[in-house]
């Protein structure tokens, strides 16, 4: 665990600014096998000290790779004189940030390590199995990936805390080919927040999912190519996921907002279906822990869920203290920093469309003609919500029912109308976090949905 050296600075932040100073450290384990053979085999640890001073409208910002109580005062002292500097001769005259409540939130979990030795054991005994069951494979790898990041925070008129987010999984590859001899790979992670132990006890227990991912890529050896066009379609959860984070979620982070966003002409209008509502969720989702929870972000705002799509009707952003402010919002805790040197951006926690009172079967026999999109391996949206993801699984939907595998295709379309098409909701929710987000630095995020009902357009071939 942290140490905390920087509690007792708080008597040097200047008087009448918003000042934040944090120590931090994030951890990196990662042990690939190709093949059977040891391909990759990683630790790393990066640490340092940050401060932030706020000042009429402006930042300012320094950082140090040192870990002392000398660090932490030097630090300080620079990003309080960047501040005053930037203020002299930018000279916004912002008013001071809105009073946040304050107080201290303790660690909730302890970062615990895990020697490399651990991870290749558990991955070979994976692999064995696979190579053993299914020899006929053209391919096979396996990655075991645990990361970490670890926060002291001190703020002036905010939350002070000790947070810490690890997260770990187990991604795996089996590779084949159509019977007309054109390569072809499906994958599935398993693992979520904790350590690597919290999650991974017996490699047993991940045997069901990879015979189910070995399950579907034999279907998918015999898939077709779906027919280009603008088609109803069923968007499984991952997918329903993706759409929430890249198409709608980027548009809605108040900086991007700032930035000429397409939810900025579209607050408090209709951009979805009545079936359609979208929540960022802090760290609790329907009773149970959010798949990446976050307590407090590093401005020293407590976390809460930000409804941003009711009913269909854009009702809000995710902002920082100081976007909430210019917006006449509130803050919910959505400013995060990857690294000790980066200032924090507001990002997204675990976002998510909710679910709706439909089965998933009854999505299914309502398409006559259409498709069942399941996985997805990519996917990029820009600031108009136009979006494209890559469709690595699905099915044809013919009279209600699943018909021959589809191969790799595509869908686009734009957010805000394709969402108004929505007119099914199936009553389950799936979560996915083992990604990161990439907006400017990297961040750990979670993403969910339900399968959707819609009309959208189909790559093809």
């Known amino acids: 665990m942290l140490e905390d050296f920087i509690s007792s600075k708080k008597s040097l932040f200047a008087a009448g600014v918003h000042t934040e100073l944090r120590v931090q450290e994030n951890r990196q384990r990662r042990v690939s096998l190709v093949q059977g053979n040891l391909t990759s085999n990683v630790r790393s640890e990066i640490s340092g000290i940050s401060a932030r001073v706020y000042k009429n409208g402006v930042y300012g910002f320094s950082s140090t790779a040192e870990l002392n109580g000398g660090s932490a005062e030097a630090v300080l002292a620079a990003?309080?004189?960047?501040?005053?500097?930037?203020?002299?001769?930018?000279?916004?005259?912002k008013a001071p940030l809105p009073a946040l409540s304050k107080g201290?939130?303790?660690a909730k979990k302890r970062i615990?390590?895990?020697?490399?030795?651990?991870y290749v054991d558990f991955i070979k005994e994976i692999d064995n199995y696979i190579v053993t069951k299914y020899p006929n494979l053209a391919s096979r790898s396996i990655v075991v990936s645990e990361d970490s990041m670890e926060k002291i925070l001190?703020?002036?008129?905010?939350?002070?805390?000790?947070?810490?987010?690890?997260?770990?999984?187990?991604?795996?590859?089996?590779?084949?080919?159509t019977t007309s001899g054109m390569p072809i790979e499906l994958f599935v992670p398993q693992g979520g927040f904790g350590n690597f132990l919290d999650n991974f006890d017996d490699p047993k227990k991940l045997y069901a999912k990879i015979d189910a991912l070995?399950?579907?890529?034999?279907?998918?050896?015999?898939?077709?190519?779906?027919?280009?066009?603008?088609?109803?379609?069923?968007?499984?959860?991952?997918?329903?996921?993706m759409l929430a984070h890249e198409a709608v979620g980027h548009t809605v982070e108040a900086d991007l907002v700032l930035g000429g966003s397409v939810a900025g002409p579209n607050l408090n209008k209709r951009v979805a279906s009545d079936f359609i509502t979208l929540v960022d969720f802090a760290h609790t989702a329907f009773g149970k822990p959010a798949p990446l929870p976050v307590y407090l972000d590093d401005e020293g705002t407590l976390a809460q869920d930000a409804v941003i799509i009711k009913d269909g009707i854009l009702t809000g952003y995710m902002n920082s203290r100081e976007t909430a402010a210019h917006f006449g919002m509130k803050p919910q805790g959505n400013a995060r920093a990857w690294n000790f040197s980066d200032e924090p951006?507001?990002?997204?926690?675990?976002?998510?469309?909710?679910p709706g009172k439909d089965k998933l079967e009854d999505l299914i026999a309502s398409v006559d003609d259409g498709y069942y999109f399941i996985d997805t391996n990519n996917g990029q949206a820009d600031m108009t919500g136009e979006f494209m993801f890559g469709v690595c699984m699905g099915y044809e939907i013919k009279n209600g029912k699943l018909a021959r595998p589809i191969?790799?295709?595509?869908?686009?379309?734009?957010?805000?109308?394709?969402?108004?098409?929505?007119?099914m909701v199936s009553d389950t929710i799936t979560w996915s976090s083992s990604g990161f987000c990439g907006k400017k630095q990297p961040m750990p995020v979670g993403l969910g949905g339900p399968a959707l009902r819609c009309k959208i357009m189909v790559g093809g071939r």
């Not at 990003?79 to 005259?93: C, R, S, Y």
């Not at 615990?112 to 651990?118: L, M, S, V």
């Not at 951006?345 to 909710?354: C, F, G, K, P």
């Not at 191969?407 to 007119?423: H, Y």
């Open 104 to 106: 201290v939130m303790p």
């Open 214 to 241: 070995y399950e579907k890529l034999m279907h998918k050896r015999e898939g077709v190519y779906a027919e280009a066009g603008y088609k109803t379609v069923v968007l499984g959860g991952e997918l329903a996921g």
């Open 112 to 118: 615990a390590d895990t020697e490399q030795k651990q």
């Open 154 to 177: 001190c703020t002036s008129d905010g939350y002070d805390g000790h947070t810490t987010s690890p997260r770990s999984y187990i991604y795996v590859f089996l590779n084949s080919e």
């Open 345 to 354: 951006l507001i990002r997204m926690r675990n976002t998510a469309v909710l």
């Open 79 to 93: 990003a309080t004189e960047n501040a005053a500097f930037m203020d002299k001769h930018i000279n916004k005259g």
């Open 407 to 423: 191969l790799d295709t595509t869908i686009s379309g734009v957010a805000f109308e394709m969402l108004k098409t929505v007119d």
